[in-house]
């Protein structure tokens, strides 16, 4: 089979663009499988830098920021648990999309002149500047199913802890040693709910407000809500109503489980359609061009 200069080009795009997501993906996993530091001062002192750091007027004025889309991405940020000034975080996304897309009218132009890359293979460099593009300009979907699936993470981890919480109701512990009871069973929440062990006996109340905003999600604000009544009195009607609490979490993970049962189908349609579609391509489509063909013979 011969192909033209245009399929070779689009077949190179596309085995560029494989490639591409190839490398992306193993890059992912190895940084994924790197053993992680403990923090120290220092990682502090940055994190404080990012959220305290405010971006001159005249650059804000000059991007076109307005105080809703700042204010939106500062929620998006927050329910994903990145603590970064929301601003900054704007600013630096559009400076970056505007290099993205000079970059890769870069790459398009070293299509015809390869100086303008160092003779570097044009192809990867548009591939990559497209996806940065588009990773930066849909950035808010990406934000919003970040903020979702951590959402999702923290119901079922507060649906445990409640759970654990209702086993130690006839314990004569006090619930500062009840939750340390529940500790181990946390994974993706663990750092914010030591800081609120460590933070407990400083000022409890003060603790699981700091705890509500450091998840800032709406299961984590009736969880805090739950645990301040159980501070203020651990009578047997607080525990009736971690019981209801609890229902409510479990509802909220059985939709989550549906819709992706929803999703898994609609999915094992499409590629169980692919096949016919496929047979079709194969024994049906001859017969109809040919049929085709005799009719504009035949006119």
């Not at 603590?83 to 299509?111: C, D, I, K, P, Q």
């Not at 933070?199 to 700091?210: D, L, M, N, P, R």
């Not at 898994?264 to 049929?291: C, Q």
């Amino acid at each position: 089979m011969i192909f033209d200069s245009n399929q070779m080009t689009v077949i190179q795009v596309v085995s560029n663009v494989l490639l591409f997501l190839f490398f992306m993906t193993v890059i992912y996993h190895a940084l994924k499988l790197l053993p992680v530091r403990t923090k120290r001062w220092r990682s502090l002192r940055v994190k404080k830098m990012l959220q305290e750091t405010e971006l001159p007027s005249w650059l804000i004025s000059l991007m076109g920021m307005q105080t809703k889309a700042v204010e939106e991405k500062r929620q998006l940020l927050l329910g994903c648990g990145i603590w970064l000034n929301a601003a900054l975080y704007e600013g630096g996304r559009r400076m970056l999309l505007g290099a993205a897309v000079l970059l890769g009218a870069v790459g398009y132009l070293a299509l015809q002149y390869p100086v303008f890359t160092f003779h570097l293979q044009p192809m990867y460099i548009l591939v990559g500047a497209a996806c940065v593009g588009i990773f930066l300009f849909f950035d808010t979907n990406v934000l919003a199913q970040l903020k979702e699936k951590r959402a999702h993470r923290i119901v079922r981890e507060i649906y445990i802890i409640s759970h654990h919480l209702l086993y130690y109701n006839d314990s004569q512990l006090n619930l500062h040693a009840k939750l340390t009871l529940c500790a181990p069973q946390t994974r993706s929440i663990r750092t914010h709910f030591q800081m609120l062990l460590n933070e407990w006996y400083q000022g409890s109340e003060a603790a699981i407000k700091q705890f509500r905003a450091r998840l800032g999600t709406d299961e984590a604000h009736s969880f805090a809500e739950t645990l301040n009544a159980l501070r203020l009195n651990e009578h047997e009607s607080y525990y009736e109503l971690l019981k209801q609490r609890i229902q409510d979490y479990k509802e909220k993970m059985e939709l989550v489980r549906d819709s992706r049962k929803e999703t898994v189908s609609y999915l094992l349609f499409v590629l169980a359609g692919l096949p016919i579609l496929n047979t079709f391509r194969v024994f049906m489509y001859p017969w109809i061009a040919e049929g085709q063909r005799l009719f504009d013979t035949i006119n």
